[in-house]
């Protein structure tokens, strides 16, 4: 097994990214910590018809899932899958405040080299070029910190806002996974979307800046 740098199995980890300036104001990608019990619980019981139609079915009842109480065990959770090497757990912050999370997971080394990426802003927050921003930074890390080949996600397709930032920021679209989520009470068909760094002209937030998306903070 390889050791890297940082001293463990996981490069780029847990290196904070960015600042990104965008409408919304000045976007940072930050590991997830305990202290985020809250604010996370607050913003995920209010959001819940925002999120829930995208979002895999767990087990247990929503706002039992999403109890400040909850918080612990799947923060420690992440950040457990992320010492082995298999996660890259984020919170988004925009101005300094907790606004969503970004997580890229099923790290794979080798010659695969290859992980999926997903993401979730809070209802009060969206509109701002948020998750555009915290995407491609998060992408731009896996090709460069954590040293990834390929990136994918998957999106329904009615999810039409999350498509439009996953094409903004370069990821295209391979193929439809019939059945392939339990989403809201069924199994959903995905579209399956990826990029390779090779596709990589330049870095995804330098294509955001030069588009007049997003300039440096
Ligand atoms: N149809 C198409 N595009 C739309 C629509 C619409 N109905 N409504 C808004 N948009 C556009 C916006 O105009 C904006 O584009 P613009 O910058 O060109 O104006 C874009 O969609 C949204 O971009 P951002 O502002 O960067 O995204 P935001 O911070 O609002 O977050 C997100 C988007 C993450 C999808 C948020 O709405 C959310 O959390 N939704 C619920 C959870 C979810 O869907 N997560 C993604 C699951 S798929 C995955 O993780 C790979």
Known sequence: MTIFRSGGIHPGWPDPLGPL????????????????????????????????PWEPVSGSDW???????????????????????????????????????LTIGNVTHGAL????????????????????????????HCFAGVRLHR???TVRPENAISRAVLARVGFREEGLLRRYLEVD????????VAITVDEMKESAA???????RASWA
């Open 21 to 52: 300036r965008v409408p919304a104001g000045v976007v940072r990608l930050r590991p997830v910590r305990l202290r985020d019990a809250a604010v996370w619980s607050r913003i995920r019981l209010a959001d819940r018809y925002h999120l829930e």
């Open 206 to 212: 330098q294509a955001l800046v030069r588009a007049g």
């Open 63 to 101: 706002t039992v899932r999403h109890a400040v109480s909850s918080w612990p065990a799947v923060c420690s959770g992440l950040r457990a899958e992320a010492r082995k090497g298999r996660m890259l757990p984020y919170v988004i912050e925009l101005d300094g405040q907790f606004a969503g999370q």
């Open 185 to 192: 009470g069924a199994w959903r068909d995905h579209l399956l």
């Open 113 to 140: 080299r290859s992980a999926w990426i997903g993401y979730w802003v809070a209802s009060e927050k969206t509109g701002g070029g948020i998750a555009t921003a915290a995407l491609a930074l998060g992408l731009d």
């Open 151 to 153: 990136v994918e996600a």
